[in-house]
């Protein structure tokens, strides 16, 4: 059954869409939240995170100036702790006292920024393949990685394109050379990953990309972190050995920010691990939101 598009109210009155896929075996397990990232990409890349919807409906906002949502009135609308009142506004209209939430890249920022203002509202919390932003560190292991895969055919053009994305500001070259770098986020370059990556271009929202970081000062980063250490829901991060994008490092890094937090490097994956192996990804994420929260120990 394809997703259906509802809407609701946020905090400052704005009317914000969701898209709802349906559980394919009428399962009445509780729904999970999904958050894509980007950032300001439309939410349509997450499909359906590799069959998570077999057993469980998931939830998927379209964040301010994407996919249906429309743009913001007010630029600081589009930083991610906004985000994650629009979140805890859908919450509201989804009457569900605790939920589990899965986030995406960089919209793994709003859910931590969500967890410390609202985590006794979480049963659960999954981080796919994050940065390290809030931690305050950019490790260089992503660019390990890439390097690492240097006999690749694809590598010699992804790398040129990867210098130039730096100095591009015209929208169709961004989009061209984004393509051209695209296999350094896959574990692989394969049709599903080809098929996937070519969906990228036209998914891309400049403005609300360019307003998610703003707003943030390092008090403000230091206190969400402070609250984080407070966090009681299990979580489990997922990071890639083949993930280009964010490396694996930063992962490890949230995961030592969080109390509860579990560690999952996944063999031959990268940025987007449900592409790549999804019939690993997804046992993964399902088993641990199987588990109660007292099932779980501190990583």
Known sequence: MPPYVSHFTSFDGTELAYSVREARDDSTAPPLVCLAGGPGRDAAYLGDLGGLDAHRTLIVPDSRGTGAS??????????????????????????????????????????????????????????????????????????????????????????VAVHMLASATDMAEVRSLLLRAAPLAYGRWDTPQRTHAATEGDQLNPVPRAGFWQGVDEPARLALLAALRELECPTLVVTGDRDGVTGMRAGELVAESIPNARLRPLHGVGHYPWVDEPEMFGPVVEEFLGTAANDDEPR
């Open 70 to 159: 429309p743009p913001a009135a007010d630029p600081a609308a589009y930083a991610f702790p906004s985000l994650a009142q629009d979140l805890e506004a859908l919450r509201t209209h989804l009457d569900v006292p605790r939920f589990a939430l899965l986030a995406h890249d960089a919209a793994c920022a709003t859910a931590q920024a969500y967890a410390a203002s609202h985590g006794h509202h979480l049963s659960h919390l999954v981080l796919v393949t994050p940065g390290s932003r809030l931690q305050g560190e950019l490790p260089d292991d992503a660019e390990q990685i890439f390097e690492s895969r240097a006999t690749e055919s694809w590598w010699k053009d992804a790398y």
